[in-house]
């Protein structure tokens, strides 16, 4: 009996692996496909004449910076750079540039300091300056610490999310962006694609079973919902993807590739809502199952009454993280608006606070409605399929 059992187990792992390996290469596979047939050269408007390479600092061969204590010790002036491009085409070329400092480009070189150089091509050569620091070694060293934690701690699911978000936003840079700026509807689009990376993200979780059914469906519904809500404020609020900050420059990109800027408000919001409410959904959904397996007498209605309660003590804490999250990025906007002492009725009508409220609240929504939807379709399926 116990080796029966063995075998079933076995044969359902063997399963589940195949399922999520098939599922993982076709995503892979539609998304090669998509990126192929799409130029992506000619959808992006890059200056032919400057080019960026990597850099190291030499020599400091004058230092006239000093400390501005009215900027909490942000250094101000000029230094004088010997420098040697340690990428691209003119790799090993030395050059001595000029680097001015202010409050708001302050890249303070020291020698050995590694440096993105901006190269503006003229007739007569190359004119370097200096762009930024060299960053790539921290940020790929933080993002190999995440991968390891992640890994080292979530074990072979922890692996199976990795590979989720890795298409996740992949699908996002090389399949939504293209796309949008092609100009194909903006929100039907984003719809279309997160409703595949959902259904993905899940089987790769966990494979084809009531959990993941359950939870994305929960998943999608809480999205489309979210979606709705923005779109449906926005119309009455007047408020659309014109008023964000970078409206002026998707303009000039618009006229020319066609793309629709009107309706991309309520795309950033569907995609910024897809990770707290899969979230939710996934949790429920377990919740859900983990009760029904220990109590298979309990009825649709009382496995719904579980979900909620679970869903209930979930939903404070996420729909508080949603708005702190948006709370948070805007941080230097709030500081600057209070320090200028707007009043409430000009502040509340700022285009700018509309669409951070706007963004908090439908995606607040979307995460409160999905509770009770994931908690119905979850104990209807386990109840229905899982007798």
């Known amino acids: 009996m116990d080796k029966l059992k063995q075998n079933m187990l076995l044969k359902n ?6 399922i999520k390996l098939v599922t993982f290469l076709s995503a892979c596979l539609i998304i090669v496909m998509i990126s192929l047939s799409i130029n992506e050269k000619s959808l992006q408007d890059s200056e032919q004449n400057i080019k960026y390479y990597k850099a190291k600092v030499l020599e400091v061969m004058q230092d006239t910076t000093v400390v501005d204590h009215k900027t909490e010790g942000v250094r101000k002036g000029s230094e004088t750079l010997r420098i040697v491009v ?26 050995g300091t590694k440096i993105i150089v901006r190269a503006t091509m003229y007739k007569d050569g190359p004119n370097f300056s ?50 949008l700026i092609q100009g194909f509807p903006a929100i039907t689009t984003s719809v279309i694609l997160i409703a595949i990376i959902i259904i993905v993200c899940f089987i790769l979780l966990d494979g084809i079973n009531v959990k993941t059914t359950s939870a994305a469906i929960g998943t999608i519904a809480g999205v489309m919902i979210s979606g709705l809500f923005a779109y449906f404020v926005g119309v009455l609020g007047h408020i659309s993807g014109f008023q964000t900050e970078e409206a002026e420059t998707l303009l000039l990109i618009a006229g ?17 809502a897809l990770g707290a409410v899969m979230d939710i959904s996934i949790s429920i959904a377990s919740s859900i199952h983990e009760i029904h397996e220990m109590n298979k007498k309990l009825t649709v209605l009382e496995l719904f009454h579980s ?38 009725s000009q502040l509340i009508n700022t285009d700018t606070i ?7 609240i439908a995606g607040s929504i979307g995460i409160v409605l999905t509770v009770p939807i994931v908690a119905y379709v979850s104990s209807y399926i386990e109840k229905r399929f899982m007798k």
């Open 86 to 111: 340690t990428t691209g085409k003119y790799k090993g070329k030395e050059v001595t540039i000029e680097n001015y400092l202010s409050a708001l480009f302050n890249v303070y070189a020291k020698s």
């Open 130 to 179: 200096i762009y930024n620091y060299d960053r790539t070694p921290i940020l790929y060293g933080v993002i190999l610490l995440f991968i390891i934690f992640l890994c080292a701690i979530g074990g072979k699911k922890g692996f199976m999310s990795l590979l989720g978000l890795g298409l996740t936003l992949i699908a996002v840079v090389k399949v939504l962006l293209p796309l």
């Open 354 to 360: 509309a669409i951070e409220i706007i963004k908090s």
């Open 13 to 18: 792992w063997t399963k589940t692996s195949t």
């Open 256 to 272: 020319n590739h066609g793309m629709k800027v009107k309706n991309l408000l309520v795309c950033g919001i569907l995609i910024s």
């Open 307 to 344: 979900g909620m309660n679970i869903g209930k003590d979930a939903m404070g804490t996420m729909t508080n993280t949603i708005i702190l999250a948006f709370t948070g990025s805007s941080l230097n906007l709030l500081l600057m608006i209070y320090s200028y002492g707007i009043p409430y």
